[in-house]
């Protein structure tokens, strides 16, 4: 596909987001959130439902620990926020910031799978245990947060990495949860770095005269 195709389908899905009205929280939303960035974005972060700043506004984390997230990825990677694709689980603000229950996770599951699977990331970062469990079920989050994996996508032809971090909104609540979400944005960057291929056998030392 190309950006502008991917473009378009991208906002097919966000104005059907726009016209849904089957779910209490869809019903009752100021603006719902569907995502935004660059439809060839490399990374995708997934977060869990919007706040109130989002839902006022129709853009996902733009309050305050989205700032947080936003700043944290330019200062860390140097990548800008607009370069990446930002989304949800949950499409629609929850009552008082409730987490999402499972018909709301379920109702809107279909359009992130189409927004991932357009999008084709190489990296999706989960931000939370909503977003995490969505690929990762029946771990905890303090166990697995900056650790990568690879992940076959049933609609996909080839293995994009899983990246789960904390989400902001928990980083907000302490020294030590800032320091782990932002050493976990460190090793996204390592990620990102290009490989270094070693080959690390006797035959090419020979070969390169190291010995
Ligand atoms: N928290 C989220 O999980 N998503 C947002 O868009 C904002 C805050």
Request: glycine share 6%.
């Amino acid at each position: 596909m190309t950006t502008d195709q991917k473009k378009q389908e991208l906002d097919k899905i966000a104005d059907e987001i726009r016209n849904f009205k089957d779910l209490d929280i869809a019903k009752n939303a100021t603006h719902a959130v569907p995502g935004e960035g660059n439809p060839d974005a490399q990374i995708m972060f997934i977060g869990e439902a919007p706040g109130q700043v989002e839902d006022s506004t129709g853009r996902p984390f733009v309050g305050q620990s989205g700032q947080l997230m936003r700043k944290t990825l330019f200062e860390t990677t140097g990548i800008k926020p607009e370069e990446v694709f930002i989304t949800n689980i949950v499409k629609f603000r929850p009552p008082d910031n409730r987490d999402p229950v499972d018909n709301e996770i379920t109702a809107c599951a279909d359009w992130l799978d189409r927004q991932i699977k357009i999008i084709s990331p190489k990296i999706i970062v989960t931000l939370g245990r909503f977003s995490m469990a969505k690929f990762i079920p029946g771990v905890t989050i303090s166990q697995i947060h900056g650790i990568s994996r690879y992940y076959q996508l049933s609609t996909m032809n080839y293995q994009l990495i899983i990246f789960p971090m904390y989400h902001p909104a928990a980083a907000l609540r302490g020294t030590t949860m800032m320091n782990a979400f932002k050493e976990d944005f460190i090793k996204l960057k390592n990620l990102l770095a290009p490989q270094v291929k070693i080959e690390d056998n006797a035959s090419n030392h020979d070969q390169l005269g190291l010995f």
